[in-house]
Nanobody, 121 residues
């Protein structure tokens, strides 16, 4: 059983900051890449930021304003200089390595339930 839980969403005015957190817990051996996605009403889901073995990546829309940081099985998304167009449900997605009863393991991706970020002008 693996749980992915986000927190930190809320409402903020344009130019403000928020920090999201995502904790992965449960029967896991390791957590590999961790990513933040977002989906605004009427729009497609967008990969916002990701971190894998210390390497980070960002979408062009948030580069220079958002920072992804990982601490063991927790990943944070620091969001600065927020804009109204950042309003969306933000979801955490993680690639988790799970041990089998034998000597093997397998990777599986898990998603959190999402947290709403609202930026007003």
């Amino acid at each position: 059983q693996v749980q992915v839980a986000e927190s930190g969403g809320g409402s903020v005015q344009s130019g403000g900051s928020l920090r999201l957190a995502c904790v992965v817990s449960g029967n896991i051996f390791s957590v590999k890449d961790m990513n933040w996605h977002r989906q605004a009403p009427g729009k497609r889901r967008e990969l916002v930021a990701g971190i894998n073995r210390g390497q980070t990546k960002y979408s062009d829309s948030v580069k220079g304003r958002f920072t992804i940081v990982r601490d063991r099985n927790t990943v944070y998304l620091q969001m600065d200089r927020l804009k109204p167009e950042d309003t969306a449900i933000y979801s955490c997605e993680c690639n988790v390595e799970i041990l089998t009863d034998g000597l093997g393991s397998y990777d599986e991706r898990f998603w959190g339930q999402g947290t709403l970020v609202t930026v007003s002008s």
